[in-house]
Nanobody
């Protein structure tokens, strides 16, 4: 079992920055790829970013490329999402997720490819 707890959400003005954290339980965190997704009201959950188990490979949705950075600290069992140049369109609940399939490639953007999910943290960007 893996438990994920997100933090760091809040209210920020357009152009501002936030850093989300996702703390994971369990000794095998370092063997999982991790992802961030988001869900805006009335919309489906969408992929944001993914990072490999080692941190050596990352992948981003086109909508956040160049503005968001995913990283991880396996010693702290934590994955981060640094969000810069935020736009009102980034307003959503942000979720971290763990992919326990060690044989999956570097690109996994579908929710069912992830096995464990956090409860989410709200990010609101005002214009």
């Amino acid at each position: 079992q893996v438990q994920l707890v997100e933090s760091g959400g809040g209210l920020v003005q357009a152009g501002g920055s936030l850093r989300l954290s996702c703390a994971a339980s369990g000794r095998t965190f370092s063997s999982y790829a991790m992802g961030w997704f988001r869900q805006a009201p009335g919309k489906e959950r969408e992929f944001v970013a993914r990072i490999s188990w080692s941190g050596g490979s990352t992948y981003y949705a086109d909508s956040v490329k160049g503005r968001f950075t995913i990283s991880r600290d396996n010693g702290k069992n934590t994955v981060y999402l640094q969000m810069n140049s935020l736009e009102p369109e980034d307003t959503a609940v942000y979720y971290c997720a763990a992919d326990t399939n060690r044989f999956r490639g570097p690109i996994a953007t579908i929710t069912y490819e992830y096995d464990y999910w956090g409860q989410g943290t709200q990010v609101t960007v005002s214009s």
